[in-house]
């Protein structure tokens, strides 16, 4: 049982370019969550998805950040026109269900130039 | 606004002996705590969990201590093995529309000396 996939694992952007973040949720798993993980900081929640529905997105950076879990297909973080301060390492988690617990996939480290 | 704190930026523990690391929490609507073990370069794995409901879980050499009067948690290693050095992030959550939006500590690096 594969577990949580995310792609690419490294990902290089320059200022104003676009980044598209790919995770695929364990089999069986419906629930899917984002973090960004600072250098030298804890995770911090982004959004909360279930298929094709946006839950919770407290997290999220108001512009230049979306998030979708289609009903085909994987979970996508997309973060437009990216500045330096975006760097980071990006994880996603997953569930079977909101009250289960979370397993991690190896996160996606995004380095903006 | 630091709701998880895990004091500790790091930790070195003799291999064989007890690892203790410890975290606070200030909300107080928190309803269940997890602990997670962090590699360079991995993705958080999950380790062990508590409900609030109970004050102590253990599975094998992991146990974690729940004491909500003090808004303390503390994961206990016994014995440490050289592969139990890592970064450890204690996450706290409450059941919220269904879903459990961990809030998670700075993390503690756990070094075992051989």
């Known amino acids: 049982n594969a577990g949580v996939m995310q792609n690419p694992r490294h990902l290089v952007r320059r200022r104003g370019q676009e980044a598209r973040l790919r995770c695929s949720p364990m089999?069986?798993?419906?629930?899917v969550y984002w973090y960004r993980q600072l250098p030298e900081e804890g995770l911090k929640f982004m959004v909360y998805?279930?298929?094709?529905?946006?839950?919770?997105e407290s997290g999220m950076p108001k512009e230049r950040f979306s998030a979708e879990f289609p009903k085909e297909g994987p979970s996508i973080l997309r973060i437009q026109q990216v500045v330096r301060g975006d760097s980071a390492a990006y994880f996603c988690?997953?569930?079977?269900?909101?009250?289960?617990?979370?397993?991690f996939g190896p996160g996606t480290r995004l380095l903006v130039l | 606004d630091q709701q998880v704190k895990q004091n500790s930026p790091s930790l070195s523990v003799q291999e064989g002996r007890i690892s203790i690391l410890n975290c606070d929490y200030t909300n107080s609507m928190f309803d269940y705590f997890l602990w997670y073990k962090k590699y360079p370069a991995e993705g958080p794995t999950f380790l062990i969990s508590i409900s609030s409901i109970k004050d102590k879980n253990e599975d094998g050499r992991f146990t974690v201590f729940l004491n909500k009067s003090a808004k303390h948690l503390s994961l206990h290693i016994v014995p440490s093995q050289p592969g139990d050095s890592a970064v450890y992030f204690c996450?706290?959550?409450?059941?919220?529309?269904?879903?459990?939006?961990?809030?998670f500590g700075q993390g503690t690096r756990l070094t075992i000396n051989p």
């Open positions: 089999k069986g798993h419906s629930h």
């Open positions: 988690a997953s569930s079977p269900s909101g009250t289960e617990t979370q397993y």
């Open positions: 996450a706290a959550s409450r059941l919220l529309q269904g879903a459990q939006k961990l809030v």
């Open positions: 998805l279930q298929k094709e529905n946006i839950i919770d």
